[in-house]
């Protein structure tokens, strides 16, 4: 059971760039549609469950979200650099290292031999799936990067993305909450803060109709996330987070299918492939328990 719910995230958030995507905007109007979609989420479960909140609790969630919102935001820059079938399985790639290295080294979730060698497979076949769904196809008509322009923004993005992602569910792990919903609140106030300041430092009016829209992109969100801090109380941060990246499946073949994203036979191979890989990975991750 812990398993399954460790795998909504994975189709809550495998679906957040497509919804995005129709919804449209620029990154900063889906970011700021998210934080208060999300906000409306966890006001809605704050009344439902009435969870204890106190000062470590409101500090760190208030944390927490900021740091979502520079993730969320420089994900949305990188998908409209190089696309949400590359930008996602990339970023993908870069959160599984450095969050399962954070487990597992500053959490000691993984103590047996078991554990560590099953584990390690699993994150070698995770992270090859997202990198083989990367990979460019230098001669394809549909490449119109041919400089690396593009890409490097993207990259660039995708960088400051994964520190932010990092900083969001680390400090969370740390704070060692006995009910991981107490923190779903002060979390949301803290991301629509994050997507607030993210906005106006672009100098752009943030309350456009893009922003509405994106209201639904973050109880989709919210829902994803109330479901990983569940499973991360029950099966670590390295399990939780882990299976949750598993929805690039969802993000990457519905970006091609749905959003029109054009590919190569070679880089639709790769894709292919690479999604293989990432379900592997994530299969073998729920018998490191």
């Known amino acids: 059971m812990n398993i399954l719910v460790a795998l909504i995230p994975a189709i809550a ?13 620029n990154p900063y109007q889906q970011t700021l549609g998210m934080t208060l979609g999300a ?13 204890y909140i106190d000062l470590k609790i409101l500090i760190v ?3 927490s979200g900021m740091l979502w919102a520079v993730g969320q935001g420089n994900q949305f820059r990188a998908m409209t650099n190089i696309g949400i079938s590359k930008a996602v399985p990339m970023s993908t790639g870069m959160q599984l290292f450095f969050n399962t290295l954070a487990g597992v080294l500053v959490f000691h979730e993984w103590q047996t031999t078991k554990q560590i060698s099953l584990g390690s497979i699993a994150l070698i076949l995770l992270i090859t799936g997202a ?3 990367s990979l460019r196809d ?10 690396g322009t593009e890409f490097s923004k993207g990259l660039r993005a995708l960088i400051i993305s994964t520190a932010g992602y990092l900083g969001y569910t680390v400090i969370v792990k740390w704070g060692n909450f006995s009910n991981p919903v107490s923190i779903i609140l002060p979390q949301s106030i803290g991301m629509v ?3 607030l300041i993210l906005a106006r430092g672009q100098g752009k009016n943030p309350w456009a109709k ?9 109880i989709t969100w919210g829902i994803g996330n109330a479901a990983m801090f569940i499973a991360m109380s029950k099966v670590g941060l390295a399990i939780s987070y882990s299976l949750a990246q598993t929805g690039i499946i969802i993000s990457t073949i519905g970006s091609i299918v749905f959003l029109g994203e054009h590919k190569s036979k070679r880089e639709l191979f790769y894709t292919v492939l690479g999604c293989l890989l990432v379900i592997a990975g994530g299969v073998s991750l729920g018998f490191v328990q």
Do not use: E, M
Not at 15 to 20: A, D, F, K, Y
Not at 138 to 147: A, E, L, P, Q
Not at 210 to 218: D, W
């Open 210 to 218: 893009p922003t509405a829209k994106n209201i639904l992109t973050g």
């Open 61 to 63: 969630g208030l944390l």
């Open 13 to 25: 958030w495998g679906s957040i760039g497509l919804i995005s995507g129709k919804l449209g905007g």
């Open 39 to 51: 906000f409306v989420f966890s006001v809605g479960l704050f009344l439902v469950v009435r969870p």
């Open 131 to 133: 990198t083989f769904t």
């Open 138 to 147: 230098k001669h394809s008509v549909y490449n119109k990067d041919s400089d």
């Open 193 to 195: 803060i994050g997507g």
